[in-house]
C-alpha cells in the first residue's frame, strides 16, 4: 500500500474529496515525521508503537575494499506492533 491507496481508503470511508483527502493523509504523515524528530513516542492504540532507539556502536567492513570501518552511535526508529496487529 502506498500514499495514494491511503487516500482512496479516505475517500471511500468518509466521503471527502480527493483535494481534503490527500491533506488529510499528509497532515497525519507530517504530524507524526514531526514528533518522531523531537524525540517522541508515536502510540496509536491497536496498531502499535513507533519509537526512537539508540542504535550501538559497530565495526563494519567495506564490500568493496574490506576495510574495517567504525559505525558511530545513532538513533533509528522502532515500530512495535500492538495486541492487534501481532495477530494477522
Known amino acids: 500500500m502506498i500514499k495514494s491507496d ?4 479516505v475517500i471511500d ?3 471527502l474529496s480527493k483535494s481534503l483527502a490527500r491533506i488529510a493523509v499528509q497532515t497525519i504523515l507530517d504530524t507524526m515525521r514531526d514528533s518522531i524528530a523531537r524525540g517522541e513516542r ?5 496498531f502499535g508503537v513507533f519509537e526512537i532507539r539508540p542504535r550501538k556502536t559497530g565495526i563494519g567492513r567495506n564490500p568493496k575494499t574490506g576495510e574495517e570501518v567504525r559505525i558511530p ?12 496487529m501481532q495477530a494477522i
Open 73 to 84: 552511535p545513532g538513533k533509528t526508529v522502532r515500530f512495535k506492533p500492538g495486541k492487534d
Open 13 to 15: 470511508r468518509t466521503g
Open 6 to 9: 491511503l487516500v482512496e481508503c
Open 42 to 46: 508515536i502510540e496509536l492504540r491497536g
